[in-house]
Antibody, heavy 121, light 114 residues
Framework: QVQLVQSGAEVKKPGSSVKVSCKAS????????ISWVRQAPGQGLEWMGG????????NYAQKFQGRVTITADESTSTAYMELSSLRSEDTAVYYC??????????????WGQGTLVTVSS | DIVMTQSPDSLAVSLGERATINCKSS????????????LAWYQQKPGQPPKLLIY???TRESGVPDRFSGSGSGTDFTLTISSLQAEDVAVYYC??????????FGPGTKVDIK
């Protein structure tokens, strides 16, 4: 059974960076694709970007270009999402999700438990 | 970018009654080469991550009760809960993955018990 376990909650100052991890178990990590989705308090889901670890290349939503970096470490089956220049509007729960991948990135079939990032001075 | 909209924003349905949620994409998500609609539905209960219900617009994920069904093609889609149960209270999101690797979600529809 695929399981994605994320790192714990973070409190950050405006202007700083945060790095959230997502450790996968079950299945073969090299055959995964991982996306990151965030959800501000009381709001909907927002796709931020994703990566196919075996290729190592990431794609990002235009809104986050230049501020987000998604990486993956195959040796530890862990994906990372780093968001820089944090502002209060970045306060949200950040989810990683496994992307069903059959030659193309499809739907999100497994999700991590979420990591609350709070940006506050 | 493909923009997803949903209607209604919220609805309240009596237990055992039908709930219908609509999702519309700003452009077709039907891929002509394989005749598949690149559209998924998710359920999110309070304090939990989203859960995949439906993919390819109408294929139910393993373990999802058959009271959940998806339909539609092109730009207009529907999620139907045929007989609402108490455990179905949640927010439901549609998602397009046609513009893969980019993806977008609808704003969500909240379902409550009347």
């Amino acid at each position: 059974q695929v399981q994605l376990v994320q790192s714990g909650a973070e409190v950050k100052k405006p202007g700083s960076s945060v790095k959230v991890s997502c450790k996968a178990s079950g299945g073969t990590f090299s055959s995964y694709a991982i996306s990151w989705v965030r959800q501000a308090p009381g709001q909907g889901l927002e796709w931020m970007g994703g990566i196919i670890p075996i290729f190592g290349t990431a794609n990002y939503a235009q809104k986050f270009q230049g501020r987000v970096t998604i990486t993956a470490d195959e040796s530890t089956s862990t994906a990372y999402m780093e968001l820089s220049s944090l502002r209060s509007e970045d306060t949200a729960v950040y989810y990683c999700a496994r992307v069903a991948w059959f030659g193309e990135l499809l739907y999100f079939d497994y999700w991590g438990q979420g990591t609350l990032v709070t940006v506050s001075s | 970018d493909i923009v997803m909209t949903q209607s209604p924003d919220s609805l309240a349905v009596s237990l055992g009654e039908r709930a219908t949620i609509n999702c519309k994409s700003s452009q077709s998500v039907l891929y002509s080469s394989n005749n598949k609609n690149y559209l998924a539905w998710y359920q999110q209960k309070p304090g939990q991550p989203p859960k995949l219900l439906i993919y390819w617009a109408s294929t139910r994920e393993s373990g999802v009760p058959d009271r959940f069904s998806g339909s539609g093609s092109g730009t207009d889609f529907t999620l139907t809960i045929s007989s609402l149960q108490a455990e179905d209270v949640a927010v439901y999101y549609c998602q397009q993955y046609y513009s893969t690797p980019l993806s977008t979600f609808g704003p969500g529809t909240k379902v409550d018990i009347k």
